[in-house]
């Protein structure tokens, strides 16, 4: 056997850079593009606070004076001049948006993760079980996929907020939104895993594991996982951009995150309010900014789906 | 079944090229092919597939499929020129002067009509008559073809039909508007065996009648020498021999046809199709030098592979391409 | 045939008593149906009493076919935030929903199919290459921003259409409130309808042009070409013939995408609709309300999905075949 020492094996980099994808990505000047405009926003959005010149949230920070200015300009009271202007409480729309794009962020990374695991669970049990359990929850999920899933969110929220003591709706906001847009969006990997599933259960190696007394699931997880890992991840991808847009969409009808933690949508419902009296600015910046997020990571998502599977071409 | 000669030809193709423009340069599918059909002639065309037999066949009728094109020679249909027609007069002349039949009955069929809509339609489309009188003509021709009780399952959907019936009503529908030269495309392919003899039988007996030509595309040696006059070999994009079907078939010339009549079962004996010739037709991309056949010929010499043969004329009618009969007889 | 109409209907009924019992958990476990009826002022006994009368003490089958019967009969209940009949008030603004929906809906379906055959049919040129683009941005853009920036252009900027509301309207009959008739009430049409059809449009667009460039691969469609009918009986008579039996099903099923993202669409633009008064009714914990929405959407689908099927039906003589005979 050749000893393999941490010298001379090839760096897990090299091997990354190495593989097909990471070639057809470098081949694919739109996948570069979208991947690096959804890196700065995301880098921008976990270092907010850092990045921000401004603390938008801090009432002690703000000066109504400054309110209205325009981008790039000096505010007729103070002076102060803001890269992309201020909102009509002298909040500077460069620091709401990154505040707003780590909100946004979050709920979609936390309801596409909450997705996932939602839908990978249930598509093991459905697959490897079979029967009457398999086919009530390919049903629900048939059903469920008749109905798009931001009405579906909607009507999560909506029940999810009647359970909860009224005290408490503005704090578990962010959670009911997230457990809202996850549960609408857990078909997709239940029916890859299931898939999955159905064909691995069969094979040699879980037939001889339930021979031996092992517990056959753990090895059907074990070997399925990695082979379910390139569906998943695109699901997740383009997952990741409708669950911003359904967060948007929710916070732009007023009924996602509370108004105190604004997100990209929220400062698109507020930014509308201004279109009228001709302060652009204030609407403008978010609504770029959720597009290019959601728009980039969407076709990072479609390229990576041509990417793993180079006969779908 | 006689060789027909003296008479100007129904069909006259001459020198034709048919290129596929790709990436890595054109391919040329058709390689200058010459033959004739005499009225009323039923000619032959045999070959593997990808020699281009039914590319001739779309070819003449212009309905290759793009990027392919017609890149040299010309086609001849009663004297006139027709591979340079203009679009929509290329139209009137397809079904109306030459009719098509296609390999797959099953799905040559447009499934969300029935036949008497789609018979209908193609008759008023070449000729000028009522919807009453189309319809006592597509009763009449399904009658012919063979449809029990025709009058009654002429509303019926394509899917009511067999197979074999479908092929039937796809004749039918080729002949609705008398054309007078019928291309049939491996007609019976698709068919079980069985029906095979029924349906080469009905349109050889349906053309005859009508005095229509046929060109019948088919790898089955067998069927060309039941239903042919002539049969015209291709190999590689080119033609190889043509010729009286008996002639070819009891003395072939060429070594390839040779090799094709080798493979026809016979009673006493059976062989696979087209297996008795060492190695495969070479792709389009890599056809040698020289005579095409030349790297599979049994017979081969050094003038093969260096210098093309011509199709040359021989005694009793017939025109071989290969250098082993140069000497014999004179170009043409 | 009959059988078949039945069987759909069964199923309907199923899905449809399996949504009312969501409806009703919802409406009865979410909150407290009597806190959320009377005032701070109310005594204890008053609220047994008025529970009493709301039959909240009946076993829950009793609860939920009383639930069933009176939601039959149009009986929803009363609107906690308005103190209204809520069949009243969703029946006062459906007009303005469904004539939202049809627009677009039909918008839609016209352009879609239209766009569609053409970008099928003159593959390459600049035109289909330029609408492809356009529908990939379609695509991507969150609907509630489509009509956002159209407010800017065509409202704020141009001033050529209203903003919001629906302009003046007139009742058909006793209740139908339309906008159809007055020139206002169309302008006011025009920026939500486009809105709420671009994303449908764009997918059936897709599904036309994708569907429609295998069936001109089939041999059905050669065959025809070589029987010499014109290009236009070939690519009209036989090829979108056969495009569209597909396009029905997956259109229809749009149709009911439109009026659950009327609910987006209203909001943008203030329009007076159902799908506005659910968004409020989230807000609010309107249950009743948010009961009534969920059976009339789920109804909705229902009612468009057997349509599909039976228009499916009758557009593929297959599927009438191949059911009979399958029933001997």
């Known amino acids: 056997m050749t000893d393999f020492t941490p010298e001379n094996r090839p760096s897990i980099f090299f091997r990354a850079w190495d593989s097909d994808v990471a070639y057809s990505f470098r081949r694919s000047p739109l996948a570069i593009t979208a991947a690096l405009v959804s890196l700065v926003i995301i880098l921008a959005a976990i270092f907010a606070p850092w990045l921000a010149p401004h603390d938008p949230f801090n009432p002690a920070s703000l000066n109504l004076m400054d309110g209205f200015t325009p981008p790039m300009e000096p505010n007729a009271f103070t002076g102060n001049v803001y890269w992309l202007g201020t909102d009509n409480q002298g909040r500077d729309v460069f620091s709401t948006i990154l505040y707003g794009a780590r909100i946004s962020l979050f709920v979609g990374f936390m309801a596409v993760l909450f997705a996932m695991v939602l839908g990978i669970t249930l598509g093991l049990i459905a697959g490897y079980r079979g029967g009457w359990l398999d086919s009530l929850l390919m049903r629900v999920a048939d059903v469920q996929l008749t109905f798009p899933s931001i009405l579906l969110a909607l009507l999560i929220f909506g029940v999810a907020r009647g359970f909860i003591p009224p005290a408490y709706r503005e704090a578990m906001a962010i959670w009911v939104l997230i457990v809202a847009i996850g549960l609408s969006d857990w078909v997709q990997y239940a029916r890859v895993v299931r898939g999955a599933t159905m064909v691995e259960k069969n094979k040699e190696y879980v037939q001889a594991a339930r021979v031996i007394g092992a517990h056959p699931t753990k090895i059907l997880v074990r070997h399925i996982l990695p082979n379910v890992m390139g569906p998943v991840l695109v699901i997740a991808t383009i997952g990741l951009a409708l669950a911003i847009i359904a967060e948007a969409t929710l916070s732009f009808l007023g009924v996602g995150v509370p108004a105190t933690q604004p997100s990209l949508g929220t400062l698109i419902r507020i930014g509308q309010g201004f279109l009228f009296s001709g302060e652009w600015w204030i609407l403008l910046f978010p609504a770029v900014t959720l597009l290019a997020l959601a728009l980039s990571v969407n076709l990072l998502g479609d390229w990576l789906r041509d990417a793993l599977n180079p006969r779908l071409r | ?332 | 045939m009959i059988a078949f109409i039945l069987r759909r209907i069964v199923q309907s009924v199923i899905v449809m008593l399996t949504v009312a019992i969501v409806a009703f958990a919802l409406f009865r476990f979410v909150g407290d149906p009597v806190a959320s009826m009377v005032g701070q002022e109310t005594t204890l006994a008053e609220r047994a009493e008025i529970r009493q009368a709301l039959g909240l003490n009946d076993p829950f089958p009793v609860q939920f076919f009383n639930f069933v019967t009176r939601a039959v009969q149009g009986d929803f209940g009363v609107s906690y935030r308005l103190q209204q009949p809520v069949m009243e008030l969703i029946l006062s603004r459906l007009p303005a929903t469904l004539e939202l929906a049809l627009v677009s809906g039909v918008l839609a379906f016209f352009f879609g199919v239209g766009f569609g055959v053409y970008t099928a049919l003159r593959r390459g040129n600049w035109l289909s290459g330029s609408i492809m683009t356009i529908s990939l941005i379609g695509v991507s853009l969150p609907t509630f921003l489509i009509g956002v920036l159209l407010i800017w252009v065509f409202a704020v900027e141009l001033q050529w259409l209203p903003s919001f509301g629906r302009g003046d309207t007139v009742y058909i009959g006793d209740w139908w409130r339309t906008g159809l008739l007055t020139e206002s009430g169309r302008a006011s049409l025009i920026l939500p309808a486009i809105t709420l059809g671009l994303y449908q449009m764009t997918l059936i667009m897709r599904l036309v042009r994708a569907e429609m460039l295998e069936v001109l691969r089939t041999d059905y469609i050669k065959f025809a070409r070589a029987r010499g009918l014109s290009n236009r009986a070939v690519n009209f008579g036989h090829a979108l013939k056969n495009t569209l039996v597909p396009v029905i099903t997956i259109t229809g099923l749009q149709m009911g995408s439109i009026i659950a993202f009327s609910i987006i669409t209203e909001t943008v633009f203030q329009w007076p609709g159902v799908g506005a008064l659910f968004i409020r009714s989230v807000q609010f914990v309107d249950v009743p309300v948010m009961a009534a929405y969920l059976m009339l959407i789920a109804l909705v689908f229902v009612v468009i999905n057997l349509i599909v099927d039976l228009l499916y039906y009758a557009v593929d003589p297959r599927l009438r075949v191949d059911r009979s005979s399958a029933r001997g």
């Open chain 2, 1 to 332: 079944m006689t060789a027909i000669s003296n008479k100007p030809p129904l069909l006259s193709v001459r020198d034709l090229v048919v290129e596929f423009p790709t990436r890595r340069g054109t391919l040329r599918a058709l390689d200058q092919v010459s033959f004739d059909i005499a009225e009323g002639e039923v000619l032959g065309m045999v070959g593997e597939s990808g020699a281009g037999k039914s590319l001739t066949g779309a070819a003449i009728i212009g309905l290759l499929e793009p990027p392919g094109r017609i890149a040299g020679g010309e086609v001849w249909l009663r004297g006139e020129r027709i591979d340079n027609l203009s679009v929509e007069k290329m139209r009137r002349i397809r079904g109306r002067r030459i009719g098509m039949v296609f390999q797959d009955p099953l799905t040559s069929l447009n499934p969300l009509y029935t036949v008497a809509e789609q018979l209908i339609e193609t008759i008023r489309t070449h000729i000028d008559v009522s919807e009453k009188e189309a319809r006592k003509r597509a009763i009449a021709l399904l009658d012919r073809v063979g449809i029990p009780a025709a009058a009654r399952r002429i509303d019926d959907y394509p899917h009511h039909f067999s197979g074999g019936m479908r092929q039937r009503v796809v004749i039918a529908l080729a002949l609705s508007a008398e054309p007078e030269l019928v291309i049939a495309d491996e007609p019976t392919t698709a068919l079980d065996v069985s029906g095979q003899a029924q349906i080469i039988d009905v349109l050889k007996d349906i053309c005859a009648e009508r005095g229509a030509s046929v060109m019948l595309i088919t790898h089955d040696m067998g069927v060309i020498a039941e239903t042919a006059d002539r049969v015209a070999v291709l190999y590689a994009g080119r033609m190889a021999e043509i010729g009286p079907v008996r002639d070819v078939v009891q003395a072939a010339e060429h070594p390839y046809t040779a090799g094709l009549m080798g493979a026809i079962p016979t009673l006493t004996q059976t062989a696979d199709r087209l297996t008795q010739i060492p190695g495969s037709m070479p792709r389009l991309n890599a056809i040698p030098q020289g005579c095409a056949f030349n790297p599979r010929c049994p017979r081969v010499f050094d003038r093969c592979r260096a210098e093309r043969p011509e199709l040359i004329a021989r005694a009793s009618g017939r025109h071989v391409a290969c250098w082993l009969y140069e000497t014999e007889t004179e170009n043409v």
